[in-house]
């Protein structure tokens, strides 16, 4: 499930970034970036798991996104560990742009991702 968007200055961007591994795994994130990159919504699948914050399953506790990286952590319900976390490095040379990472789900595995997205 990978979603396109418009790239955009990392600064003030909107819009949604997708990753997904060879193995499957796959993230789709809604975010807002005014001074600081907030995460408005996620959808995490892994092997027939889901995780999402739409059914409050998970939630970002803490978000952070420059013009070079974007890091990202989702927690339990009750923010009492962490259960996800999103390292990602975005790279603009001219007129081609890449960003890929890691996923990792504490207690089932970690995923090389790449991704498309603001």
């Known amino acids: 499930m990978v979603a ?5 200055a990392p600064a ?5 970034i997708s990753c997904v591994s060879e193995d499957g ?3 789709d994130m809604a975010i807002g970036s005014l001074p600081i990159l907030a995460v408005i919504s996620a959808y995490i699948q892994v092997g027939g798991q889901e ?10 506790v803490q978000a952070f996104g ?3 990286t974007v890091r990202v952590d989702f927690t339990d319900a ?6 996800a976390r999103l390292r990602l490095f975005r790279v603009l040379e001219e007129s081609d742009f890449a960003m890929g990472g890691t996923l990792q789900i504490v207690g089932t595995g970690a995923y090389a991702v790449t ?3 603001p």
Request: net charge negative; hydrophobic share 45%.
């Open 66 to 68: 420059d013009a070079e």
């Open 12 to 16: 003030h961007a909107t819009g949604t």
């Open 78 to 83: 009750n923010i009492n560990e962490i259960v």
């Open 115 to 117: 991704c498309i997205g």
């Open 25 to 27: 795994a796959t993230i």
């Open 51 to 60: 995780w999402t914050t739409a059914e409050g399953a998970i939630g970002s």
């Open 4 to 8: 396109g968007a418009a790239l955009a």
